[in-house]
């Protein structure tokens, strides 16, 4: 079964917003504005347009909860706003029902980056000391397209199962 035209739409704005995002944060550190507001509405409307009320809404939820996520790293200064703002596009584009993949995607490539930057700033700078703030762009980047690709490919998206539920 593939994916109706809006989720392949939703999809690219994401991973165009996604991909623009990482590498200007790589350059210059920072995820402008320019790059996350119009997102963020291009993806609320056109959830809104193809799905009505109800994809509204799922848009909005997504975003919300992209939002609340990466505030609290933001509020303890780990995160940058422009991080907070890029993980609620994803929300936004994927839904809520794709944010704890998201999420889960984002981490474990948000540690890989961490380890490959610790890796070459102790070969290529010896006794350098870690003053840098790693750049979440790119790891929130990946987890988007992991997200996905893991809906492409497998029509799914992890889901946490309670016990109790």
Not at 23 to 48: C, E, K, Q, W, Y
Not at 97 to 126: D, E, I, K, M, Y
Request: hydrophobic residues 60%; positive net charge; charged residues 10%.
């Amino acid at each position: 079964m593939s994916p109706d035209p809006q989720t392949l739409l939703a999809f690219a704005v994401t991973a165009a917003a996604c991909l623009a995002a990482a590498v200007v944060d790589m350059r210059s550190r920072r995820i402008p504005n320019r790059i996350t507001f119009p997102a963020m509405l291009v993806l609320v409307a056109l959830h809104g347009a193809f799905s009505g009320l109800p994809g509204l809404g799922e848009a909005a939820l997504g975003l919300l909860g992209g939002f609340l996520v990466f505030l609290i790293p933001h509020l303890f200064g780990l995160l940058g706003a422009g991080d907070v703002k890029l993980m609620a596009v994803v929300g936004a584009g994927l839904g809520s029902q794709a944010l704890l993949t998201a999420v889960l995607f984002t981490s474990v490539a948000g540690g890989l980056q961490f380890f490959v930057w610790l890796a070459w700033l102790r070969l290529a700078r010896p006794g350098a000391t870690a003053g840098y703030r790693l750049c979440y762009g790119p790891a929130i980047a990946a987890g988007a397209l992991g997200t996905m690709a893991l809906y492409l490919f497998e029509g799914a998206y992890l889901n946490l199962v309670l016990p109790w539920s």
